[in-house]
């Protein structure tokens, strides 16, 4: 009995160590997503949308990024974006003003679009797709962020760093967020569909 009690008693030990150390690597990986910091020289958030049948281009000037991404750690990975709506620069003061007005992005009420990523996952060679939560306005729904991995190198000018690059392309519907009321919600002349292409330079110290 005792010889039985014994090696119930050790299983249960084993057991917990083994669960313990599942636990506390997970917990390391969670760590271990590599934080990148963005070169603004080298980087823009642009956006194009059709005034009439012409794409007219766009950019957000002002973004701040936290980025922790690691292709090998992807549970730990993890995208947060904040866009100034302020920012808007479509070379039109007249146009960007508007653009800014309670007709589209009421920047004195909404400052900011944001998106935070509940998920990275893999979907290719050196691509991703960044799930989780865009905000324009004062609507909240899904969406998804595909993304390619341009590279990753070591920094031939900056001692220990590595720099990589990203590139992103969405689409989304500019109504589904309340941008454009009354009689800028019709799509005669703005349409709906909004291009998306993001370009980011990433640094990060080893």
């Known amino acids: 009995m005792k010889t039985i009690q014994s090696l119930a008693a050790y299983m249960i030990i084993a057991l917990f160590t083994l669960t313990s150390s599942v636990f506390a690597s997970d917990k390391t990986d969670e760590a271990s997503a590599t934080e990148w910091e963005v070169d603004r020289a080298h980087s823009a958030v642009n956006f194009s949308i059709n005034h009439f049948f012409t794409p007219v281009d766009g950019s957000f000037d002002d973004y ?93 000018m900056q001692e220990n760093t590595k720099v990589a690059g990203i590139t992103a392309s969405a689409e989304l519907n500019r109504t589904d967020y309340g941008v454009g009321v009354g009689d800028w919600a019709a799509t005669a002349v703005v349409g709906d569909r909004v291009n998306i292409q993001i370009n980011l330079e990433l640094t990060t110290n080893e």
Request: aromatic share 8%.
């Open 64 to 156: 701040h990024a936290d980025i922790q991404f690691d292709p090998e750690n992807l549970e730990a990975s993890h995208i947060q974006v904040v866009i100034p709506v302020e920012s808007v620069n479509t070379r039109n003061d007249r146009r960007d003003n508007h653009l800014k007005s309670e007709d589209f992005f009421n920047s004195s009420e909404w400052q900011n679009i944001t998106f935070s990523s509940t998920s990275i996952e893999q979907t290719g060679n050196n691509e991703f797709v960044a799930r989780g939560e865009l905000t324009i306005r004062d609507v909240t729904h899904s969406f998804d962020l595909p993304f390619e991995l341009l590279g990753v190198m070591d920094h031939p």
